[in-house]
């Protein structure tokens, strides 16, 4: 109850935030996101701060204020409660701290006090918590949020605002809280700024029934707990859903996490899951750029390889200004099954996914795991995507396909399937088409299919027991599915079922008489059907 209590205020305050915004004219603004995000981000760095320094010094809290007990400190005493703070924890002085800024707020150019303070704590934890591009530079912690108000006059005001309503609220109470609290509250706050905006890499929110299903097929109960030292990745890792939902099964401490994506709005809202989910040790890892053209993470000249991989591509997109560089000599191993030619027409419709899911395949480690969101189309497809099947099967690495149903994504109406790839199993490929399951329900303007829990639980367990369901799932081997043209469609495996009954002679006949008198029936009626007919056609005649 007290959990419920505190998420409904956390979302008091994003919606307060938002609120803020709005009325500085930054409503649905391109910036607004930047602002809602950094703001939280501020206030949740500065409470955990508090939170691990009571419980190394029990005694800040005996003052008026535990903000005024450290500022008291002297300089040795304070690096040395920083030092005994985990790497997770961002390291602030006292002027850093929500309250100073509240004491302050009516002091002259308060709007770049308020910038300032958040700039030093992002130059002060570069190291820490900046972001990578794929040429090198880092994108820091926080911006200077004020300066996304045209309005000069107005900053100061619009500061004030923000930092009295972060005064009112604390996190401490809830940073032992497990994975899946900080899950809503991260869905919660990104839900207006994650959407399919059309465009260049368009960015799809992974739903969280796709995200479970992969995490618990890539990691089964019964090795959780078991699993560690393990490296993560996504190569289009959007805001880190299915990262999160990964190392949730893995278990944070147990795994690493290594991400590209080449939106910055994607990765900074990545760092922020990274944060929430006390994985800040991964941040360093998280890359934005194109993975396609300069793929970042390597060992040496070699592309790093990874024991867990997961996506969710974009599909089609037009990568034309960069496809010629993808044919070199240099990716051709990568790219093993080909690049997409440049279409005369739909040049937006060039299947960027096959370039993905083969940069994918080459980057998994032996005996490594991967789960991939693909359109259901690739299962069956020729040309590129045939390829791509004939080298998992050919080289058995594949663990199955689950086909989702229709509109699991409410934001693009592209059936979807999740294809498994399993170095290790090298025998029983479990196809499974759950597409019949589902309720479908509005989502503003789309329509949207939920899985119940149960149904998520359904096809989980059927595909980690590798059961045969009838008209769900099959378990076939690899040189059944090259006979069948390498196709990955769970209902061309399904059996076509005859049905047969032991009669004694008796039933036999009577059956027989019954079919017998039946065509009797049938004859008689079509005679006298064509006696009508001719007799309404005799008299459309005489007429």
Avoid at 62 to 73: D, H, K, T, V, Y
Wanted: glycine share 6%.
């Amino acid at each position: 109850m007290v959990t419920q209590d505190f998420e409904k205020r956390t979302r008091q305050l994003i919606d307060s935030l938002k609120g803020i915004c709005a009325s500085y004219g930054l409503g649905n603004d391109g910036n607004e996101f930047k602002i809602i995000t950094q703001v939280f981000l501020y206030k949740f760095l500065n409470d955990k701060f508090a939170f691990e320094a009571k419980k190394i010094r029990p005694d800040l809290v005996q003052g008026e204020s535990w903000e005024q007990a450290i500022a008291n400190l002297g300089a040795d005493d304070l690096e040395m409660l920083q030092l005994q703070m985990g790497p997770d924890t961002a390291r602030l002085k006292p002027e850093h701290f929500i309250a100073h800024l509240f004491s302050r707020q009516n002091a002259p150019d308060f709007a770049k006090l308020f910038d300032d303070t958040l700039r030093d704590i992002a130059i002060t934890n570069n190291d820490i918590f900046a972001v990578k591009t794929d040429g090198g530079a880092k994108v820091t912690l926080f911006d200077r949020v004020s300066e996304y108000i045209t309005d000069t006059a107005k900053r100061d005001a619009f500061c004030r605002a923000v930092i009295n309503k972060l005064v009112e609220f604390s996190f401490e109470r809830i940073f032992t809280q497990k994975y899946d609290f900080y899950a809503a509250l991260f869905e919660y706050l990104i839900k207006d700024y994650n959407k399919d905006s059309g465009g260049k890499y368009a960015e799809y929110y992974t739903p969280h029934a796709v995200a479970k299903i992969m995490a618990a097929i890539l990691v089964p109960e019964e090795v959780r707990g078991k699993v560690s030292n393990v490296s993560c990745y996504d190569p289009s890792a959007g805001s880190g859903t299915l990262l999160m939902n990964l190392a949730h099964a893995i278990g944070e401490q147990r795994c690493a996490i290594y991400s590209q994506d080449i939106s910055q709005k994607s990765s900074s809202l990545l760092r922020l899951n990274l944060i929430l989910n006390n994985l800040v040790h991964s941040i360093p890892n998280v890359i934005q750029g194109n993975t396609m053209l300069h793929p970042y993470h390597r060992d040496g000249k070699a592309l790093k390889k990874f024991d867990y991989i997961v996506s969710n591509p974009p599909f089609k997109m037009d990568f034309s200004d960069f496809r010629n560089e993808l044919d070199a000599k240099e990716h051709q191993e990568r790219f093993f099954a080909g690049v997409p030619n440049i279409p005369k027409q739909a040049v937006d419709k060039m299947a960027i996914y096959q370039l993905f899911l083969q940069h994918i395949i080459h980057s998994l480690k032996p005996g490594g795991k991967a789960a991939v969101v693909v359109p259901t189309g690739f299962i069956t497809a020729s040309g590129i995507d045939r390829k791509i099947r004939e080298h998992l099967v050919d080289n058995k690495m594949l663990a199955g396909v689950v086909s989702m149903p229709s509109n699991i994504f409410a934001t693009t109406g592209t059936n979807v399937s999740i294809l498994f790839i399993d170095d290790a199993n090298k025998q029983g490929v479990v196809l499974l088409d759950a597409s019949n399951l589902g309720t479908k329900v509005k989502d503003g303007k789309n329509q949207k299919t939920l899985l119940s829990e149960e149904e998520e639980g359904r096809i989980i367990a059927t595909f980690n027991g590798k059961e045969a369901v009838e008209d769900f799932s099959v378990v076939v081997n690899y040189d059944e599915i090259a006979a069948k043209n390498y196709s990955l469609s769970a209902g061309q495996y399904f059996d076509v079922k005859i049905e047969y009954v032991d009669l004694t002679p008796e039933q036999f006949a009577a059956k027989m008489q019954g079919f017998g008198d039946n065509l009797d029936k049938l004859f008689k009626e079509s005679v006298e059907l064509e006696q009508e007919i001719r007799k309404q056609l005799a008299r459309f005649r005489y007429e």
